[in-house]
């Protein structure tokens, strides 16, 4: 099992004081963090309290002061290493879907599924799989996708949506969101073709919620689909499935982006910036705004910018 060394949750204020009273009594050296209420240090570990009310330990210490000091003492209630005990679901087979690239001007759209059941979650206890959103490694991504891939039970998908065909269902459906559904749906129908090799088989699907209204994918799905619970939920990256699922989108989005690069000569930055905003203006000098499409998203307003074209007035968003 992978030491932890990182551990965060929310403390009252009455749990707040009296952690800071056993700090003080175990002789922890106190230190000054920006935004934080108190903050201390020792040997083998240092903690912030800030003043949102969210506790960070970190260092090599954690487990044991999260063991000995702050469940039994603070919280008193014991979870750490009785996760799966406390909450079965945590091994319920299921399916995580995720995508990457969405948010990337140049690129495709990358959208991953994992199955996984108690066996591959077990299996993964100290590899690191967590949201690909916090690991910056191409590196560390491309090795723990070959990871999830060849681990024995897990059952994978990934479907990228090159630029060209993103273009043309971006211009055929007008919204970002649907576009997401339909590409969450085809993960899921594809997963449920390959049913035959999950044992037990799934009992749900998570995704995060991407769209105000969670009948959105559900719409897109087929008959197989519809078969099975669809869960949706706000950072969903949480649960481990969906979590494999997003190392396996941002996987294929890096290296379809490095293909593309390869391909046309260039360098695409990743994201929206202004590094990106000067490589697409440069593209279109050097290829012509017709190349554009076969390696951006063309909605983004950038390529508008990159073509010497007006842009539309922003809208301000209001919540229905």
Request: hydrophobic share 40%; glycine share 6%.
């Amino acid at each position: 099992m992978k030491p932890l060394t990182l551990h965060t949750c929310k403390l009252t204020d009455d749990q707040a004081s009296a952690l800071r009273t056993a700090l003080e009594a175990r002789h922890w050296r106190p230190r000054t963090v920006p935004f934080a209420r108190f903050a201390f240090e020792s040997d083998q570990a240092n903690l912030v309290f800030y003043e949102s009310g969210k506790l960070v330990v970190q260092g090599k210490g954690t487990a044991e002061f999260v063991e000995f000091l702050l469940e039994p003492e603070i919280l008193q209630e014991v979870r750490l290493g009785y996760e799966t005990v406390l909450n079965p679901d945590l091994l319920l087979p299921r399916i995580g879907v995720d995508e990457s690239g969405k948010g990337d001007f140049f690129g495709p759209l990358s959208i991953a599924g994992v199955y996984v059941n108690e066996a591959v979650i077990r299996s993964w206890a100290d590899i690191g799989i967590r949201d690909s959103k916090n690991i910056s490694s191409d590196r560390k991504i491309s090795e723990l996708a070959e990871k999830i891939r060849a681990t024995p039970g897990c059952v994978t998908d990934c479907v990228v949506v090159g630029n060209e065909a993103y273009n043309r269902l971006y211009a055929k459906m007008r919204s970002v969101n649907t576009l997401l559904a339909w590409g969450h749906a085809r993960v899921i129908e594809n997963l449920l073709g390959k049913r035959y090799q999950m044992q037990p088989p799934p009992v749900k699907a998570i995704s995060d919620q991407f769209a105000a209204s969670k009948s959105v994918i559900e719409k897109a799905l087929m008959a197989q689909g519809r078969e099975l619970q669809l869960v949706q939920r706000h950072k969903a990256e949480e649960d481990i499935a969906v979590a494999a699922a997003s190392i396996l989108a941002r996987d294929g989005f890096v290296k379809a982006l490095a293909k593309l690069e390869q391909d046309f000569g260039v360098k695409l930055p990743k994201g929206a910036s202004a590094a990106v905003d000067a490589a697409a203006k440069q593209f279109v000098e050097s290829r012509g705004a017709v190349e554009l499409g076969k390696v951006s998203k063309l909605h983004f307003r950038t390529a508008l910018r990159a073509q010497g074209l007006p842009e539309p007035p922003k809208t301000e968003w209001r919540k229905r």
